[in-house]
């Protein structure tokens, strides 16, 4: 039995000092449920995606999406946690209850704040989806594990500084038309390029705009079983899906190959039957830069070490043969850790169902592909997309 999403909510991600945790779940479910035109006591399951580690008092949040509707009381509610990750393994967990014949109708929400932690404190937190045991001593926090792997990939295959700012440059263009994204400025390629005081260098080659947006946000949405969709006003069909889990220690593979990601994207697309070259667009994990430049050679896009090419040759432009991060991406988007990954599979329903934001819509989209990743290259998840109604 497959499984579709029939509805969706997404809050702009940002400083949301008005908002707690509860506030954003609440929010976004009862949005979610009033799109797809499902009343709470038609749910079956409910999935709830929040990291945490250390941003919320509240560790325990699962049933804060009962506060919804109170029809959603003695529901099946489940939260899940596999690091930045966490909001695709809400949505696959629902996916696969679906599948078994557990559930007819899921509600999957993600959910972060962490904007309200102090900044060291934001470091810490997520230096925990590393291995502490050789990792917790990185200047920088996470950003600091990524800038070693920038630097690791600038010594084996040549300074990619260009190819870096032309990513970062790419996707806060695109954020621009994106309305919930945090940071919607053109930036222009020249200022990611250079450092200067606004743009200072955080960690090895890495520097400020190359690094994602610390946010708050929650994203949801409705999942049913074929045979349910097809009676709603619209659907979007999961044509494959893959996760991959890798060693966490780095220094138990070779980090710049993204070897559980190539992996995934390789299930994925065999599971839907279709190659790169038939997907329309692709949502990808760009929490760095560089991220998104070994992604490309992960997916398939170039061969490795030649990441740099898809996007000096603009096929990962909006305009290109596989635009990437139309959204802005994590970049320009934020990056709520348990909401990324709902808010990935939402915008790209929205792009299939041609109810994407203005300027943001592509034309005409057939197949999405998306890429969502917990630590560095640890938790891979990819879906591929289509509508089926």
Request: with cysteine; net charge negative; glycine share 10%.
């Amino acid at each position: 039995m497959s499984a579709a999403i029939v509805g969706w909510a997404h809050t702009p991600f940002g400083k949301q000092d008005a908002e707690t945790v509860e506030s954003l779940i609440v929010r976004v479910a009862t949005e979610a449920l009033v799109d797809a035109g499902i009343t709470a006591d038609e749910v079956d399951e409910i999935v709830l995606g929040h990291y945490n580690a250390g941003f919320s008092a509240q560790d325990f949040t699962a049933s804060l999406v009962l506060q919804a509707d109170p029809a959603l009381r003695f529901k099946p509610t489940t939260r899940v946690e596999n690091a930045c990750a966490t909001g695709s393994a809400a949505v696959h967990q629902g996916v696969r209850a679906i599948r078994a014949g557990d559930a007819k109708v899921v509600l999957v929400v993600g959910v972060e704040q962490m904007t309200k932690t102090p900044g060291p404190e934001i470091g810490k937190n997520l230096l925990k989806a590393s291995y502490l045991p050789e990792d917790s001593e990185v200047q920088g926090g996470f950003a600091g594990v990524f800038g070693k792997i920038a630097a690791a990939y600038f010594q084996r295959h040549g300074d990619q500084s260009d190819a870096l700012a032309m990513i970062a440059a790419k996707n806060h263009k695109n954020g621009v038309a994106n309305p919930y994204a945090q940071m919607r400025k053109d930036l222009g390629y020249a200022f990611c390029r250079e450092e200067s005081e606004k743009n200072p260098y955080v960690a090895g080659p890495l520097k400020r705009t190359d690094c994602s947006l610390v946010s708050d946000g929650a994203a949801a949405l409705v999942l049913a079983d074929e045979e349910t969709a097809l009676r709603m006003r619209r659907a979007v069909g999961f044509r494959g899906m893959a996760h991959v889990q890798d060693f966490l220690p780095m220094s138990k593979r070779d980090i710049l190959k993204f070897e559980g990601g190539a992996l995934a994207w390789k299930q994925a697309l065999a599971k839907a039957n279709v190659t790169l070259d038939d997907l329309s667009f692709v949502e990808t994990h760009d929490c760095f830069t560089v991220a998104e430049l070994i992604e490309y050679e992960a997916m398939g896009l170039t061969r490795e070490g030649d990441g740099a090419r898809a996007i000096k040759e603009g096929w990962t432009q909006k305009d290109g043969k596989l635009p990437v991060n139309v959204s802005g991406g994590l970049k320009a988007k934020g990056h709520p850790i348990g909401a990324t990954g709902v808010s990935m599979h939402v915008l790209s329903a929205m792009q299939l169902t041609g109810e994407a934001p203005e300027g943001m819509q592509l034309s005409e989209p057939r197949l999405g592909g998306i890429f969502n990743m917990g630590g560095a290259a640890v938790a891979n998840y990819v879906s591929v997309l289509e509508r089926i109604k």
